[in-house]
Structures are given as C-alpha cells and as structure tokens.
C-alpha cells in the first residue's frame, strides 16, 4: 500500500472510531433512563380510578386489563409525577369496544390535559383541551384507523414550550403550547395527576414506563 493510500486508510479508522466512541447527542443525551411504573404483576402504585360505573381492572402476564365500564373505567398513579420536561411510554392495546381506548391525563406544568387515542366512534387522535376546545376539535385532531386486539406503542413528551406524541412511528401530535390555556375535560378529572383510562371500551395496558428531559 502506498504511504497517500496508508494515511487515509488510517484517517478513515479513526473518524470511524471517534463517531462509535462519542457520547449521543441531542434528545438521547438529554433524556435519563426509563423507568417502569408498573412492575407487570399487580397495580402497585396505581389505584382503580372510582369514576362511578368503572368496570373491573385485572392484572395477568403482563397486562393491565380494563373491562368495559358505564362510562369510564381507568387508573391513578399514585405516586409523585413530574410537571414538565418528561416522557412518557406505553402499549395499549383495544380489547372490544368502539371508543378511546387511551385517554391519557397528564400534568401540563400547573395544569394538566389528557391524550385521547380512538375517541369519538373510534378513529380520533388528540389533546384535550387546547383552548377549551376537545381533541376531536382543535390544532391536534387527527384520525387514525385502530384495529381491536392490536397493540399500539404509544409515546408523550411534554416540555414547557410543547407537547410531542407518537404512536408506532407517526408522530401525530406536534403542538406548541406556549401561551396556550392546557385543561382537561371534567370527566376525567379524577385520573389526574397522572392516569389512564377508556370510554365504553375493554383495553388493555402494558410496558408503562417514564424518563425525565434535561432541561
């Protein structure tokens, strides 16, 4: 090999060496480990939310199972939740049923909103409320086709400055929320400060877990 040829040979491996030594960078960097909120054996740490008409909340191989309920059946966390600048991941999954089989209450700094997954006959994605204005009726609505006995994986940022969320690999929530009025619908207000739950719907929840954001 020619000395020119050798040099870049050796150029070439150490660029390579720095890129797969380097720490990550951007959103990794910035996010901690995840941790669980379910141990996947009891509701340890999480309540039966008492809407009044909630249905029966099981725990078996993994899976939080929430029967249908007149109207809504969910859960409560139970323990300390953080504000702003965390993520949030889950599989949800919808047993039977037509309606939202995860609507996620969360805190919004000092107020809170919810993540409503297959609301309104079953197809509509979003937030509520931004504005005073549902899920099925502002800057976040979108519609999605959910096939029962399917599991979704489902993801949610919030940060002072926005609220992020996928679900697989679509990211369908993308909303800024500075100067916006964040609330929640007063159905749900007993899954807060960090609860979900399905509207007339058998779900089922799995793998919850949570990572806070550096600022």
Same mark, same amino acid.
């Given at each position: 090999?020619?000395?020119?040829?050798?040099?870049?040979?050796?150029?070439?491996?150490?660029?390579? $060496?720095?890129?797969?030594?380097?720490?990550?960078?951007?959103?990794?960097?910035?996010?901690?480990?995840?941790?669980? $909120?379910?141990?996947?054996?009891?509701?340890?740490?999480?309540?039966?939310?008492?809407?009044?008409?909630?249905?029966?909340?099981?725990?078996?191989?993994?899976?939080?199972?929430?029967?249908?309920?007149?109207? $809504?059946?969910?859960?409560?966390?139970?323990?300390?939740?953080?504000?702003?600048?965390?993520?949030?991941?889950?599989?949800?999954?919808?047993?039977?049923?037509?309606?939202?089989?995860?609507?996620?209450?969360?805190?919004?700094?000092?107020?809170?909103?919810?993540?409503?997954?297959?609301?309104?006959?079953?197809?509509?994605?979003?937030?509520?409320?931004?504005?005073?204005?549902?899920?099925?009726?502002?800057?976040?609505?979108?519609?999605?086709?959910?096939?029962?006995?399917?599991?979704?994986?489902?993801?949610?940022?919030?940060?002072?400055?926005?609220?992020?969320?996928?679900?697989?690999?679509?990211?369908?929530?993308?909303?800024?929320?500075?100067?916006?009025?964040?609330?929640?619908?007063?159905?749900?207000?007993?899954?807060?400060?960090?609860?979900?739950?399905?509207?007339?719907?058998?779900?089922?929840?799995?793998? $919850?877990?949570?990572?806070?954001?550096?600022?």
């Amino acid at each position: 090999m020619k000395p020119a040829s050798l040099s870049m040979a050796i150029s070439n491996s150490l660029l390579l $060496l720095v890129c797969v030594l380097a720490p990550a960078t951007g959103e990794e960097s910035k996010a901690s480990k995840w941790k669980p $909120l379910f141990d996947g054996k009891t509701l340890e740490g999480w309540k039966i939310t008492n809407f009044g008409g909630e249905g029966d909340v099981e725990v078996e191989d993994g899976v939080i199972n929430m029967d249908f309920g007149s109207s $809504l059946t969910g859960i409560t966390y139970k323990g300390k939740f953080p504000k702003t600048n965390y993520e949030v991941s889950l599989e949800a999954m919808r047993v039977d049923g037509v309606d939202f089989f995860c609507g996620m209450t969360f805190p919004v700094a000092e107020s809170h909103a919810s993540f409503i997954i297959g609301g309104w006959g079953g197809a509509v994605v979003g937030i509520s409320s931004i504005d005073g204005s549902d899920a099925s009726e502002n800057d976040t609505t979108t519609f999605m086709n959910f096939k029962k006995e399917r599991w979704y994986k489902i993801r949610l940022r919030v940060t002072p400055e926005k609220l992020d969320a996928w679900i697989d690999d679509d990211h369908v929530i993308d909303q800024d929320i500075v100067g916006k009025k964040i609330s929640t619908r007063s159905e749900v207000n007993l899954s807060k400060p960090f609860g979900i739950c399905a509207w007339e719907t058998r779900s089922a929840l799995r793998k $919850l877990q949570i990572r806070e954001i550096s600022k």
